[in-house]
RNA sequence: AGUCUCGUAGCUCAGCUGGUUAGAGCGCUACACUGAUAAUGUAGAGGCCGGCGGUUCAAGUCCGCCCGAGACUACCA
């Protein structure tokens, strides 16, 4: 017996399949039964465990799940490593949050070894979480042997890596300008600079200086910035290489001294009002904002200003080098301030790295120690050599002040007639989100990865990974690429994989540790030559692997660099870590490298793609995966992004819990494209529920009903496919071609395509076509040849349709795919995911077939739909339908599916009418496609000409099978293929229809035919009535009607069909029927009947 | 600010290389069906295809600009 069901209940589903893999170890056997050498290799980006997983994991985690199922039912070996993600700042955070501390408590307040150790607790703190919504949803990821990145072995390979590139030359230390947060005493990352609401805005003093020109009179290059503090550590100025300039004569609003000044010809407008000849100074004033001036002297290019001098500024203190000159810079714009650009290598990154490549030095002094140090100090305060401005704040950090800084040097500017102008603006600006102070770009030691060194071959290899959607690795990743700087290595923090270089205390020699076995070489030497007695540390984390001192081969100490690498190098470093590569499964890697298949987020485009990519290429030339989906972000219903602070979050767990896993999983891939943002609706869950899994369910079930009344477990030989009727041959021929499609997007990477078309077939061909159509096969007459076909050929439908469907909702298909195979035994599989996918039959493929059943369901939703206009319900019988012969091949290919056609809507006979002598009312077209391109421009007048024929036209085109055109005195001959000809009327008649098809259908009603009708009223009325007392399919009757002249034709007509189709035993008309129901019958005909069993 | 995606019916989405009545599902309304029935069928209402301009005989589709949403990147002075 096929199991049957009340109602579809998915989550009941999930329960039952969940335990039965967890028995049977499915997951395990899915992959170990496949061959190692066909191994299609996934690399799972690792989630942290330290937050709540959240419905957009779902997501990504369906992606992974659906084309590592896909491909294990291809037959390929799909090993799904899991890991992860243990380092990093989030982590850090967190433990700081909750202990009360910041950055600057750790190594005071708590020992590093402490805070080290309460980090690696919290950070698998939703472990148990994760492993239960991965189980849940349904998502096969080994995590009995997860990788897990704060090992040593995972470090070690970290190390292994960062030495091949060291030994390639591409790792240095640098000084970048860096985020840095003075109140907190504490660089920043990029991602808590991303924090929402960490950009503000403010309203800061910007100024307009005046930079002297050398050598000449009153002559000054004009810059604008909004950050005055800067301005006494300007040594350069930048002009754009194509902006036009211009030299003004004018005089400064504040001294009234007459001054040439030169700024892009771009900006004159933002500064000056017009030429005035004869200006007189006290005509310039202070509060106007825009001045008038008195000559344009000169125009020139930016790039003829390259390499002029101009006097310091604020001269308080001396560079070291070359300085105070203008340069090109390819950042200048001319949509604010004066297209000059101020340049502070300092504090800015542009100005830092343009300044670098022009060897301008920065303005520095010395430290207490005698470091270099810029103009401000660490707590974002003047150092004493800007003595004018000696200890103030350069940003308000809360000091109480008369004016801010800015405001003072401003003035003094002005005094010192070097201020055009100065005026107040609001624009946004960084916070550190914990202090809610300023942030301000300072220069900071780091350590890097010469990645632009191999930005070509980066982008050479890009070419050759498949990107879906291709325009993330075109554009987003593509662009990236190529404008690649160098990746910041550092990181100075505490729990993360630390760096494994050692310097001496000059910095001149360094070297780089690249395995365990080294650095207990190194400690042995040094232990040697310094006579220590250290050992490897058991942990190979900070604040362990700090305290280890090597030595140089000059004999001097060498001390690690207190730096941690970022932890995106952790992930990037995955596919080598997992394996602890080199030091172990050398050979494991090479079957398991590059991966076919990753996904995740278009987040990570420039996160874990990009250092997956950078590392695969630096460290092996090689490209680290060959096909990525990047999915989109999961939004709330009204397209607003999920969030805990909006309290939108739609929580996984009880979303699958409601619904099951299948139907979250099957509504999240259907609805939109992976990579289009979803807007995350449960409407749409409900909707998929019932519109898809309800209906395949339901189907399931009429199968199940039937199949077990008959006993029907297919163990009869397959009828032979031409055998079977059309039907069945049609509905077979559409699941092959499902069977192909499906095949071909999962293998694209294209899963909505695959479930749309699963839908469709389901909804349109199987349930509402085949099913509909079958149904009296299953339910009447003998168990014969016809029956079984019937069977067959569902069952096939069904257990096909659950593998097709299983890499998206595994647990549904396997629910079906076991309710069917438990019985028949035809499949040698427990599970569904062992099984392969179908292979398409191109002996089910029939074209033709699939033609002449397109035209059987339009020319059926035709007829109802003119019984529908004119109120004839579908039980009265009509005599004949017309339909206008479209071609040579219409007549046979309609008669092929006669049958159908009449019993779904009821009608005795079709006809054909093939004449053209006017009893059609016909409308022809242009076929602007293959006319259009003949034509060109005479196009119009042709469609126009067209639209004017009469029928004689029409008819005397069809004769005579062209045309030819005569346009402005050129020929232009056309052929009946340059038209459309379409039927639109057979006057006299009911007619619909769509596209090229037409339906006529004749109305007329004859005794005979009402008879007929109401023959089938009164089996519609007594088939309720056993409904409704409940008697059983195979129960006999006996019915007793009330006698009337309308019924009396058709109980003496039809009373045979009557009885056979209602199992009735006896059918008899009586005057009296006292015990009986009361009928209601077309023409408010008010009947009784008495049903008895018998 | 830059780069990239997206914008079609009330909602979620199709619309292939440009071709002349712009489609589906849901929702809504009405009717029908009642041996799949908390299903199903038929019909109806509902669209300046974000806006403007261009290319073309012809634009939802190609190009440019703008507006709106989102992501990523970013101290543009």
Known sequence: MYREFKTLNLPQIDQEILAFWDAQKIFDRSVEERPVENSYVFYEGPPSANGMPGIHHVMARTIKDIFCRYHTMAGQRVERKGGWDTHGLPIELSVEKELGITRDDIGKTISVAEYNRLCRETVMRYKDRWDDITRKMGYWVDLQNPYITYTNDYIETCWWLLKQLFDKGLLYKGYTI???????????????????????????????????????????????????????????????????????????????????????????????????????????KAGNKPIPYLEIVEEMSGASLEGMEYEQLMPYVQPDGPAFRVLLGDFVSTEDGTGIVHIAPTFGADDFRVAKQYGIAALLVKDENGHPMPLVDRQGRFVKDVTDFAGRYVKDYGQEEERPVDVDIVIKLKEENKLFL????????????????????????????????????????????????????????????????????????????????????????????????????????????????QTVPEDLHRPFIDDVVLVSESGEPMYREPDLIDVWFDSGAMPYAQWHYPFENQEKFWQNFPADFIAEGVDQTRGWFYTLHAIAVMAFDRVSFKNVVSNGLVLDKNGVKMSKRLGNAVDPFETIAKYGADATRWYMISNAQPWDNLKFDVAGIEEVTRRFFGTLFNTYSFFTLYANIDKFRYAEADIPVEKRPEIDRWVLSALNSLSEACEGSYADYEPTEATRKMMYFVDEQLSNWYVRLSRRRFWRGEYN????????????????????????????????????????????????????????????????????????????????????????????????????????????????????????????????????????????????????????????????????????????????????????????????????????????????????????????????????????????????????RDFNVTDQIAVVLENHPEVVPAVEWHGGYIRQETLAASLSLADNVPEGDLLELPNELQLHIQVKLV
């Open 178 to 284: 860096q985020p840095f947060s003075p109140a907190a005493g504490t660089g920043l990352s990029s991602h808590e600079l991303n924090q929402p609401g960490a950009y503000r805005d403010i309203t800061d003093t910007s100024a307009v200086a005046q930079f002297r020109i050398k050598g000449a009179e009153n002559e000054y290059f004009l810059a604008w910035t909004t950050t005055p503090w800067t301005l006494p550590s300007n040594t350069a100025l930048a002009v754009g290489k194509h902006i036009t300039y211009v030299k003004v004569r004018t005089f400064n609003r504040y001294t009234q001294e007459p001054i040439t000044v030169i700024l892009a010809k771009d900006r004159m407008g933002a500064y000056f009002t017009g030429q005035t000849p004869g200006l007189k100074p006290e005509e310039v």
């Open 422 to 533: 100065s005026e107040k603006y609001l624009h946004p600006y960084p916070h550190c989100w914990r202090t809610e102070k300023p942030v301000l770009y300072y220069p900071l030691d780091s350590w890097f990865i010469r990645a632009s060194a191999l930005k070509e071959r980066m982008f050479e290899l890009n070419l050759t990974i498949n990107w879906k959607p291709a325009s993330t690795g075109e554009g987003r990743f593509g662009k990236w690429l190529e404008n690649l700087q160098d990746w910041n290595l550092s990181r100075s923090r505490f729990w993360g994989t630390p760096l494994p270089i050692w310097r001496t205390k000059d910095g001149l020699q360094e070297t780089c540790i690249g395995s365990v076995a080294l650095l207990k070489e190194a400690i042995e030497k040094a232990n040697a030559v310094l006579g220590k007695t």
């Open 785 to 1028: 040849e016809d029956k079984i076909s019937a069977y067959q050929t569902l069952y096939e439908c069904l257990i096909t349709l659950a593998k097709l469907m299983a890499p998206v909702s595994p647990f549904f298909a396997d629910w079906l795919y076991r309710n069917l195979n438990e019985v028949t035994g035809k499949e040698p599989h427990p599970s569904v995911h062992l099984a392969l996918m179908p292979a398409p039959d191109a002996s089910h493929a029939d074209p033709g077939l699939e033609q002449r059943m397109d035209y059987a369901q339009r020319i059926a939703s035709l007829v109802l739909s003119l019984r529908k206009t004119r109120k004839i319900r579908v039980r009265q019988p009509l005599q004949k339908i017309m339909l206008p012969v479209l071609d040579t091949q219409f007549v046979d290919q309609v008669n092929e599916v006669k049958d159908l056609i009449l019993a779904e809507v009821n009608v005795k006979v079709i006809e054909y009418v093939t004449d053209t002598s006017g009893l059609l009312h016909k409308r022809v077209k242009p076929n602007f496609k293959t006319l259009g391109k003949r034509l060109g421009k005479h196009m119009k007048a042709v469609s126009d000409l067209v639209a004017s024929w009469t029928q004689a036209d029409i008819q005397q085109l069809e004769r005579s099978g062209k045309y030819v055109f005569e346009l402005e005195g050129e020929s232009f001959p056309a052929t009946l293929e340059d038209f459309e000809i379409l039927t639109e009327d057979i006057p006299g008649w009911q007619v619909a229809s769509d596209n090229e098809l037409t339906v006529a259908l004749d109305v007329t009603l004859t005794p005979e035919l009402e008879a007929e009708g109401m023959a089938r009223e009164l089996v519609n009325r007594i088939q309720n009535i056993r409904k409704t």
